[in-house]
């Protein structure tokens, strides 16, 4: 079995999946690139074509969690990292990732800092992630980053880990991997779980990954029709009293300004 693949998810006609594409094959260690959709159409077929990607696609209505199980059974290898279509990777992602998979033989999941991108141009400073950084501090210590507490205290305040990020150990973690019932609390419901399982959580705490926001993302349109506030107060009543849930979700409330 191969070591690692990007399994890139499509949704429809993305101005940005070219600039990914790009990413992903400037890698300084190559790895495997496939192309996984459920809206296929003649643009995402000429990228594949031109770039000699695979393109696999899924029938059925588009939903996120059945996207993203489909991309990742589709990926033939140990590690799975499942790309955005609008999202840019840095050179050394996977020569960094295979790093830590040679150092810690148990990892089940590798994760590691993002820098923001508003309107095609790097954002200076970005609060939200910087207070992600804070929360991801636990991490840090590679030493015990396989305890289930360890694990778990990174997602007690929130989502801390970027999903695009994240590459998955796919020998480790059989499949289906997200049954999450959740659209935007998905990749944050999946982690949890992934907490009490055996096997480490190792971030690189740096920038591997430039994410983007912009007016089609689906982060915006979970704002807009208040499905991620419900979500994550949800997610925060199984962690914590209603009194904090509130507390938390005043601030959190406040923190969806960064889309705008």
Not at 69 to 83: L, P, W
Request: contains cysteine; glycine residues 2%.
């Amino acid at each position: 079995m191969k070591l690692h693949s990007f399994a890139i998810c499509a949704y429809k006609d993305s101005p940005y999946l070219e600039s990914c594409i790009r990413s992903l094959q400037a890698q300084t260690m190559k790895s495997d690139i496939i192309l996984c959709t459920s809206t296929p159409s003649p643009h995402i077929k000429e990228l594949c074509e031109k770039y000699h990607i695979p393109m696999f696609i899924r029938h059925g209505e588009s939903n996120i969690r059945d996207d993203w199980n489909y991309a990742y059974h589709k990926a033939d290898s140990r590690f799975v990292t499942i790309a955005h279509q609008d999202d840019l990777y840095q050179k050394d992602y996977v020569e960094t990732l295979l790093k830590y998979e040679k150092k810690y033989p148990d990892m089940t999941l590798f994760t590691g800092g993002y820098a923001v991108i508003k309107d095609d141009k790097l954002a200076r400073f970005e609060a939200v992630e910087f207070i992600k950084r804070i929360l991801r501090l636990p991490l840090r210590l590679k030493a015990i980053s396989h305890l289930s507490f360890v694990k778990r205290s990174i997602l007690l305040f929130g989502n801390s880990i970027c999903c695009p990020v994240c590459a998955y150990n796919k020998e480790r973690l059989g499949e289906p991997l997200f049954t999450s019932p959740y659209r935007f609390a998905l990749d944050w419901d999946t982690l949890y779980k992934l907490s009490y399982l055996s096997g480490r959580f190792v971030c690189e705490e740096r920038p591997l990954m430039f994410y983007r926001v912009h007016q089609e993302a689906t982060t915006k349109a979970c704002i807009a029709d208040n499905s991620r506030a419900r979500e994550e107060a949800e997610m925060f009543k199984r962690i914590w009293p209603k009194p904090v849930v509130k507390v938390l979700m005043h601030f959190y409330q406040k923190a969806y300004k960064e889309y705008e």
